[in-house]
C-alpha cells in the first residue's frame, strides 16, 4: 500500500520559534492534507493543497504541495504554547483510495 | 451544527465481547470512515464507505465489520473482542475522497 514518510517524529522548540516538517511519498498524489490533532481531540484539517507547487497560508500556518507531487511541507512561523499538538499529512490521489495518512509530528512549545 | 458525532466516547471490553460503535454525521456527506490510532502509527483506515449501503475494505480491516444503512450513520463493529483492538477509534466523514471532518474519538480497552 501506499505509504507517507513524515518527519520528523517530535520537535521541542522555544516559544517564537519557526517550525518546519515534512511528508514524503514513494508514490504522486493529487491532493495533499495538514491536520492537527489536539489531546484528546480528533484531527482538525489546517490547509488542503491542490495543485502540484501550490503554496498556501493559514494565518502562521504555510504548506506547499511539492512540485514532484511526491511532498508537502508545513512551516509555523513564530510560534506559540496552543500549536503544541500532532501534526499530521495526509495525501490522496483520487483513483479510488482513501487518504493516506503520515505518521504524525509530535510538537512541543516552551513557553 | 454538531459535525461529527461518535458514542461512547470511552468503553472497556473484556476478551471476546461484541460492541458496536456509532457515528453520527450531519453534514450530508457522502463519504464516511473509521480510523484506528496507536501509539507511534498514525491513522490506519479500518474501513469506509462511498454512499449510503455501501462499504469498502481499508488498510486493517481484519476483526471488524461495518454497516451504512443510512447516509448519516456509520456503525463499526467488533464481534469478538482483542487486546490487539485497544486503541483509539475515529470516525470521519467528507463530500468526496479528499477533505475528511474527523469525530472526537472512541477510546477502547481490551483487557
Known sequence: ?111 | NAGVTQTPKFRVLKTGQSMTLLCAQDMNHEYMYWYRQDPGMGLRLIHYSVGEGTTAKGEVPDGYNVSRLKKQNFLLGLESAAPSQTSVYFCASSYDDTEAFFGQGTRLTVV
Do not use: H
Request: glycine fraction near 12%.
Open chain 1, 1 to 111: 500500500g501506499q505509504q507517507l514518510n513524515q518527519s520528523p517524529q517530535s520537535m521541542f522548540i522555544q516559544e517564537g520559534e519557526d517550525v518546519s516538517m515534512n511528508c514524503t511519498s514513494s508514490s504522486i498524489f493529487n491532493t495533499w492534507l495538514w491536520y492537527k490533532q489536539d489531546p484528546g481531540e480528533g484531527p482538525v484539517l489546517l490547509i488542503a493543497l491542490y495543485k502540484a507547487g501550490e503554496l498556501t497560508s493559514n494565518g502562521r500556518l504555510t504548506a506547499q504541495f511539492g512540485i514532484t507531487r511526491k511532498d508537502s511541507f508545513l512551516n509555523i512561523s513564530a510560534s506559540i504554547p496552543s500549536d503544541v499538538g500532532i501534526y499530521f499529512c495526509a495525501g490522496c490521489n483520487n483513483a479510488g483510495n482513501m487518504l493516506t495518512f503520515g505518521g504524525g509530528t509530535r510538537l512541543m512549545v516552551k513557553p
